[in-house]
């Protein structure tokens, strides 16, 4: 599976580059797997790379957001099927090809949103709703 990874501290365009990685595990309860569909850079994947690794990390994949589709289930996992659309937020490792995520950070998403739309629908929620409530402080 191709991923986007870096192994050391650095300007993402230095750093970070693709290779194959082994895939992504077979969900466990609780969890779904995902085929990343898009998956956008934010500032927060850049600082990433900025901060370098944990300490005898040999490598780190990069990404924290995606949409895509369901490709697996696992047990306990009431409200999401194999097909459907979903945006997942935090998703590490979202610059991948497939990610397994807890289902808990996936919401469903209808047809008539664009991938695009959809792979920036959570943290862009966040980010502003925690910016709005800093500034009226």
Request: charged share 20%.
């Amino acid at each position: 599976m191709k991923s986007v990874v870096h192994y050391r501290a650095g300007d993402a365009a230095a750093v970070a580059h693709i290779e194959e990685w082994p895939e992504a595990p077979a969900p466990r309860a609780g969890e779904i797997q995902v085929r990343v569909s898009i998956s956008p850079v934010h500032r927060g994947d850049l600082v990433a790379t900025e901060t370098g690794l944990p300490d005898g990390s040999a490598g780190r994949r990069l990404g924290t957001e995606a949409a895509g589709v369901v490709t697996a289930v696992g047990p306990s996992v009431p409200a999401l099927r194999v097909g459907d659309r979903v945006a997942v937020f935090p998703a590490t490792g979202a610059w991948s090809e497939h990610i397994t995520v807890p289902a808990e950070a996936a919401v469903a998403v209808p047809d008539s949103l664009s991938d695009e739309t959809a792979s920036v629908l959570l943290v862009n929620t966040i980010t502003s709703r925690t910016c709005s409530v800093r500034s009226m402080s």
